[in-house]
């Protein structure tokens, strides 16, 4: 039998838009389990009301004692981290949270994706405008707009970059105020199959293709296997650390196991 949200004593309370964040959303709702969730942006918000997820959605971005003050007024009993990867600082915000709440907080870790072909990891953004800007070629950038200004360094700038960014309206402002013209903005959600991927290499004549280590579900392995076809260089950001914590199946477990040792 089904149990309902009542019947359960864990509030979860759940921080990050990610593929695998949504996806823990719904299964603990469709498990009977009380969790809300915190998304940065109203297009976050959008994707999960729009698949029929949502409890509660936060569209917020808070500071420790913001997250602690959410975190008291609506009791809840368990903390998941389930931000990107590569938002570091969202992460430690989020530990300090809960260790001045005294819950507990799980990490939802998405594994690193795997290469098959030639490619060039490089430790942060500014190390790879500086290798991009003695490189000759468009590149396609699909980094996300929070390290643009960055990327708006390199030589010809809007010229040769074709950003690849979410359907999100300040996003896109984000892009324009750089300069960029609307020819070299792709405003799609991913992830992204083989073939497009590389149609959009192949159409936008780019001899790089610049992203992060964003995992399987993050579309990684055919980003790589796309710059590969179409010929192009993949320029990876690497990851900020090996990260300890569960995948979204073991995960599940331990928040059920939880709720079975509080009966």
Same mark, same amino acid.
Do not use: H
């Given at each position: 039998m089904k149990m309902t949200g009542s019947e359960h004593q864990e509030k979860v309370l759940i921080f990050g838009g990610t593929t695998e964040g949504r996806l823990l959303f719904d299964a603990l709702a469709k498990r009977g389990f009380k969790a809300d969730l915190s998304v940065a942006t109203e297009y976050g918000r959008e994707v999960v009301e729009? =698949? $029929? $997820? @949502? =409890?509660?959605?936060?569209?917020?971005?808070?500071? @420790? =004692?913001e997250m602690v003050d959410l975190i008291k007024r609506q009791n809840y009993s368990l903390i998941v981290d389930a931000t990107h990867p590569y938002a570091v600082l969202a992460s430690e915000t989020i530990r300090e949270a809960a260790a001045q709440s005294m819950v507990p907080c799980l990490r939802l870790v998405r594994p690193a994706g795997h290469c098959d072909g030639e490619m060039i990891v490089l430790p942060d953004v500014d190390a790879a405008v500086e290798y991009l800007s003695q490189q000759p070629g468009k590149i396609l950038a699909a980094i996300g707009t929070k390290h643009l200004a960055q990327l708006s360094l390199l030589p010809d700038f809007a010229s040769r970059v074709i950003v690849r960014l979410l359907p999100d309206a300040q996003a896109i402002e984000v892009c324009k105020a750089l300069g960029l013209p609307g020819k070299n903005i792709i405003a799609m959600q991913g992830p992204f199959s083989l073939d497009l991927n590389k149609a959009m290499l192949v159409q936008c004549q780019c001899r790089f293709m610049l992203t992060k280590n964003s995992g399987e579900i993050g579309g990684f392995a055919k980003k790589a296997a796309a710059a590969k076809a179409a010929g192009a260089m993949l320029v990876v950001i690497g990851r900020p650390s090996v990260e300890q914590g569960l995948n979204l199946d073991d995960l599940i477990a331990a928040i059920e196991e939880r709720e079975a040792t509080r009966k």
């Open positions: 729009k =698949q $029929q $997820q @949502a =409890q509660t959605v936060y569209v917020c971005r808070l500071n @420790a =004692q």
